[in-house]
């Protein structure tokens, strides 16, 4: 039994799971060496981006001038059948590495009048992203290449030959009937139902009833009657015996003319088409007198013998024409300016009459710049990138200045890429942000455009200098970032900033550090926006109102619910809609988290008993709120934040007069938690919340709940760890509540969910909380999901959208007295996408394993996740 289902593990795995289509080896053909050098920099390019969906990509070169089609691409399969064998070990050529092998052979194809790259690499005017999510310019190439391992993806094994002479489309999904799949086949040709017009400068197939082929017709008019033509596409499909065969020509004189070997044993070249010397050989019913003795131009003796060896070869083989669903076709001969208008027209489906007009669009540009003609290959291609990558600039700066909810990691990716060919275009990038980051008098972009600069230093690393979350205050970044907190000065940051980058460029550790630190800078316009509004919801503060007594202050904590994350800055500011219901309850029927404050006449200072810390000076004070690893830091941000003590004051002494009489010199603070830390309850924030009240009832401060609020999430940017206004929300207003964030009003807005007494009973008789024994790392989920939304990542933007919308659905259920089990699943699934990894695994196991014996409802993390409470 064990072995039955070890075998139906392995064949499930084997059979039914379907893997993405992968190329074993995707080789591009160049006419010479100048071409090589060129398309190797721009295949390689989109190979590392994603475009090029293969285990390899070579690039050869015709080992002479004027091989033809044919002879181009068995010099290139003998190529690529010696990477093969070197790749598997084999110290001679061998044909068994085709037996489970995908190739493609592409022609690069000829120049094209105004693109001297050719058709092939001409860009179309629009982009597409790869699987992997980066931005690559759609050509022809990118195109072809996409429709063939579509198409290649319902065949076996196999080689693969497509030109580029011609561009053509697939309407839908490619489809390919099992006649055609049929193993029988010697081999597969593409073709489609053309206009009959488009026969005086193509081939023709000669199709019987079986749609096998059995001629070929070339620039002819006697289908001038015919409506439809099947119009020869330059595409081929080999199987592995066929390919096997056309790889044995490499040692057979003259063909072995078409390759490297020949030419290096001095030869003379041999110019072999791949359709009127191959696949007509292998057409059916084709008489050996015709087709080894008769050509256009006439043939000469060893041609002649060429021709009678792929007539013996190929002559009995079964050449199966295969139709495709084409909406859009053209050749691209003759090259001149009509054929390139004529393309435009056909491709887009909008009329234009000249070329001047498309140049906005395709990349054309002899039309602008004659002495184009005159740089080296290599250069135009760079031209073309340089083209591009400026146009998608102007869209990187308009996205940041109109702060569009747009991705812009894929454009940034593929800068990056490039920067393994030309380190200028990365460099270019940075520099355009820096700008961008600059050049607003408000400001307002600044935070997303620095962070965009960390995100362009994360993939220069390429994952090898370590993690983006780490310390932020090297030495050397300190005066920068001391500008940027400074209104009038944060031009000069930004100018510092660009400045000291130049030093920590060169190894992928280093990268990763100054990463940070544009990450720190970021914060400090996020934390600068956030203060903006916090203040205006502050209370009053009256001087000389404090009084002797002690002051004590308790609050619950908060279960989330739904909608967490949309409560977090500067996410919670920018985004359309924010809403999130949680909860207030108290643990074992006490309220977990209290302070209390004893005015001291003898004792000057403030002294945290629990810390058996004693703060003498405002200095002191200062120095630990932003500083959020070391103990007592979160009560010396809170004491800011209360306005006791001000950055101004030169001594606690003259702090405490405003608000007390004389003789109170210091204050003692006790807090206490029966949580543990990185419960996930919202302990800091509501610990925060408590020690604030205290405070201001010590001081005579006239306050609410919405001033708490308020002052919670400035605490919070005090100590610089961020941090949403959820937890306090949730334990300092009792019950049930749905909250949002009004950008109109620039405040946090509480409503209380109205329900029976029966249906809170049934929560409180239901709701059970168990200790995970694992603390969370909250600031570091948080500082990643932050990234995320500066770079607009769009699984994250359609999960913040779900989670808002997700809360208001679960408000509807509670105001009905139901309990929101469903949304409550959903939320569950939307943290984990959020924050990917924050569900350990055996806590997974362990909510399985209730659902499964029936003990729960539903289960899900506090907070943040990765470890904490579970509900």
């Given at each position: 039994a064990m072995i039955v289902a070890v075998f139906h593990y392995f064949y499930s795995v084997c059979f039914d799971e379907v893997q993405p289509f992968m190329w074993s080896l995707v080789c591009i053909t160049t006419r010479n060496a100048e071409q090589r050098a060129a398309v190797e920099s721009e295949v390689n390019w989109l190979w590392r981006c994603g475009a090029i969906r293969s285990e390899r990509v070579i690039v050869v070169e015709d080992p002479c001038p004027d091989l033809g089609s044919g002879g181009s691409s068995l010099n290139a399969l003998l190529v690529v059948t010696e990477h093969l064998c070197a790749q598997r070990g084999f110290s001679v050529l061998t044909e068994e590495v085709l037996l489970d092998s995908r190739i493609l052979i592409l022609h690069s194809g000829r120049e094209y009048a105004m693109n001297r790259c050719g058709s092939a690499f001409m860009y179309l005017g629009s982009d597409t992203l790869t699987k992997e999510g980066i931005r690559v310019p759609r050509s022809l190439f990118v195109l072809q290449l996409s429709q063939l391992t579509t198409l290649a993806a319902r065949f076996s094994y196999g080689i693969w030959i497509c030109g580029s002479d011609a561009f053509w489309q697939v309407e839908g999904d490619i489809e390919v009937t099992s006649a055609t799949k049929n193993e029988d086949h010697s081999?597969?040709?593409?073709?489609?139902?053309?206009?009959?017009?488009?026969?005086?400068?193509?081939?023709v197939y000669r199709l019987n009833e079986r749609c096998d082929v059995v001629g070929i017709d070339y620039c002819t008019t006697k289908y001038e009657s015919c409506a439809k033509v099947p119009l020869v596409l330059t595409v081929i499909y080999m199987p592995v015996d066929t390919a096997t065969t056309f790889l044995s020509l490499h040692s057979v004189y003259p063909l072995s003319s078409c390759t490297y070997y020949g030419i290096d044993n001095g030869s003379p070249g041999l110019q072999l088409s791949i359709f009127f010397d191959f696949i007509l050989a292998a057409a059916n019913g084709i008489k050996e007198e015709d087709f080894v003795n008769k050509g256009s131009p006439p043939l000469d003796e060893r041609s002649m013998?060429?021709?009678?060896?792929?007539?013996?070869?190929?002559?009995?083989?079964?050449?199966?024409?295969?139709?495709?669903?084409?909406?859009?076709?053209?050749?691209?001969?003759?090259?001149?300016?009509?054929?390139?208008?004529?393309?435009?027209?056909?491709?887009?489906?909008?009329?234009r009459k000249n070329a001047k007009e498309i140049k906005n669009h395709i990349f054309l540009p002899a039309l602008e710049d004659p002495s184009y003609s005159a740089l080296s290959l290599e250069k135009c291609f760079e031209l073309n990138r340089t083209h591009i990558f400026n146009k998608w600039l102007e869209e990187v700066g308009d996205v940041l200045r109109e702060d569009r909810n747009y991705e812009l990691m894929p454009i940034f990716h593929s800068m990056c890429l490039a920067g393994d060919q030309s380190s200028s275009v990365p460099l270019h990038l940075i520099d355009f942000l820096h700008r961008v980051a600059a050049e607003d008098g408000s400001f307002r972009v600044t935070d997303r455009a620095l962070s965009s600069v960390a995100d362009v230093l994360g993939l220069l690393s390429k994952r090898r200098g370590g993690l983006r979350s780490g310390p932020a205050a090297n030495p050397a970044f300190a005066p920068a970032l001391r500008l940027l907190q400074n209104e009038t000065t944060i031009r000069d940051g930004i100018e510092a900033m660009y400045n000291e980058l130049s030093n920590w460029l060169l190894t992928p550790e280093k990268l990763i550090r100054a990463a940070r630190h544009y990450e720190a800078a970021a914060q400090i316009f996020t934390r600068r926006n956030v203060t903006q509004f916090c203040i205006k919801q502050l209370p009053i503060l009256r001087y000389h109102s404090g009084h002797k007594r002690v002051v004590r202050a308790c609050c619950a904590c908060r279960v989330d619910i739904a909608g967490g994350w949309t409560d977090t800055p500067p996410i919670t500011m920018q985004i359309e809609h924010t809403a999130v219901v949680n909860m207030a309850v108290t643990i074992d029927g006490r309220k977990p988290v209290e302070c209390e404050i004893h005015p001291s006449v003898t004792t000057s200072g403030v002294f945290v008993k629990e810390l058996d810390l004693c703060l003498s000076t405002p200095e002191q004070i200062l120095d630990l709120s932003d500083k959020p690893s070391l103990p007592g830091s979160l009560i010396c941000a809170t004491i800011l934040a209360s306005g006791l003590v001000g950055p101004k004051d030169t001594s606690l002494g003259e702090a405490f007069r405003r608000f007390f009489d004389s003789d109170i010199i210091g204050i003692e603070i006790s807090t206490y938690s029966s949580l543990p830390h990185g419960s996930g309850l919202g302990t800091s924030s509501i610990?925060?919340?408590t020690i604030l009240a205290a405070l201001w009832t010590l001081m005579g401060v006239s306050f609410n709940t919405n001033n708490i609020h308020h002052a919670v999430l400035l605490i919070e940017q005090y100590l610089t760890t961020?941090?949403?206004?959820?937890?306090?929300?949730?334990?300092?207003?009792?019950?049930?509540?749905?909250?949002?964030?009004s950008r109109q009003t620039e405040e946090i807005l509480s409503e209380q969910l109205e329900c029976d007494e029966h249906f809170v009973h049934e929560i409180e008789s239901k709701l059970l909380l168990i200790y995970t024994g694992r603390t969370r790392l909250a600031k570091n989920l948080l500082q990643e999901v932050v990234r995320s939304w500066f770079s607009r990542d769009h699984h994250i933007t359609e999960t913040l959208h779900s989670l808002a919308n997700n809360a208001e659905a679960a408000a509807k259920l509670i105001r009905r007295c139901i309990f929101p089990v469903a949304e409550v699943e959903q939320y569950y699934k939307d943290k984990k996408k959020m924050a990917p990894g924050s569900e350990p695994v055996f806590v997974r196991n362990l909510i399985e394993e209730l659902r499964i014996s029936g003990f729960i409802e539903v289960a899900w993390l506090a907070g943040a996740g990765g470890g904490g409470f579970l509900y």
């Open positions: 081999l597969v040709v593409f073709t489609f139902n053309a206009d009959a017009s488009l026969a005086t400068s193509s081939g013998k060429a021709r009678q060896i792929l007539f013996d070869r190929f002559s009995n083989s079964d050449t199966h024409a295969c139709f495709l669903n084409i909406s859009k076709y053209h050749y691209f001969q003759p090259a001149d300016e009509e054929n390139a208008i004529k393309f435009w027209n056909i491709s887009t489906g909008n009329e610990l925060a919340a961020g941090g949403g206004w959820q937890d306090q929300v949730g334990g300092a207003t009792g019950g049930l509540k749905i909250s949002h964030f």
